[in-house]
T-cell receptor, first 112, second 115 residues
Framework: KQEVTQIPAALSVPEGENLVLNCSFT??????LQWFRQDPGKGLTSLLL?????REQTSGRLNASLDKSSGRSTLYIAASQPGDSATYLC???????????FGTGTQLKVEL | NAGVMQNPRHLVRRRGQEARLRCSPM?????VYWYRQLPEEGLKFMVY??????IDESGMPKERFSAEFPKEGPSILRIQQVVRGDSAAYFC????WGGGVTEQFFGPGTRLTVL
């Protein structure tokens, strides 16, 4: 059974800091991996999709890496801003690639 | 291109009543997924549907829960005889293709409260 863990569970940083969020999964036989952010009381916003054959994907200040063999992905956020405050979720595609197994989330707070 | 739409956004039911949650996928998307987020827990997969077909319902509780995605109209998640433990946020997602080839795009969710 696939299990996805995210470390740290919570993180508070000053504005402008670069930071790394970690995601690990127990079964390396994944299809792809997707990172999301969730604001309180809201839905999920897709940030990045990394195909299983890719090592890295970038979008603006965000960079996500994937190492399938070690069961790890990281999300790098450059020059953090207060608007980045949210819960960040990683999810791996399993079950024929049709269902997402979500991590436990990292709650990020970026302070002025 | 409007995003995934869900309604109602908030739903209050008394124990024993029925809850019907609706999801309209993004235009051009024929694959729909339902997830549930219980209080203080992570998101869990419930069911995956294509038009008129249930493809994977491995995450659905065995009783009281059903889902459909008819040829015309939105996908419906139906919970019969609700209990307090059904209180949660229910999210719908859609994608243009299956197999994890593309991202899943999520709606804003329906927050169900059972009194």
């Amino acid at each position: 059974k696939q299990e996805v863990t995210q470390i740290p569970a919570a993180l508070s940083v000053p504005e402008g800091e670069n930071l790394v969020l970690n995601c690990s999964f127990t079964d390396s036989a994944i299809y792809n991996l997707q990172w999301f952010r969730q604001d309180p009381g809201k839905g999920l916003t897709s940030l990045l999709l990394i195909q299983s054959s890719q090592r890295e994907q970038t979008s603006g200040r965000l960079n996500a890496s994937l190492d399938k063999s070690s069961g790890r992905s990281t999300l790098y956020i450059a020059a953090s801003q207060p608007g980045d405050s949210a819960t960040y979720l990683c999810a791996v595609f399993t079950g024929g690639g049709n269902k997402l197994t979500f991590g436990t989330g990292t709650q990020l707070k970026v302070e002025l | 291109n409007a995003g995934v739409m869900q309604n109602p956004r908030h739903l209050v039911r008394r124990r024993g009543q029925e809850a019907r949650l609706r999801c309209s996928p993004m235009k051009g998307h024929s694959h729909v997924y339902w997830y549930r987020q219980l209080p203080e827990e992570g998101l869990k997969f419930m069911v995956y549907l294509q038009k008129e077909n249930i493809i994977d319902e491995s995450g659905m509780p065995k009783e009281r829960f059903s889902a459909e995605f008819p040829k015309e109209g939105p996908s419906i998640l139906r919970i019969q005889q609700v209990v307090r433990g059904d209180s949660a946020a229910y999210f719908c997602a859609s994608s243009p293709w299956g197999g994890g080839v593309t991202e899943q795009f999520f709606g804003p969710g329906t927050r169900l409260t059972v009194l």
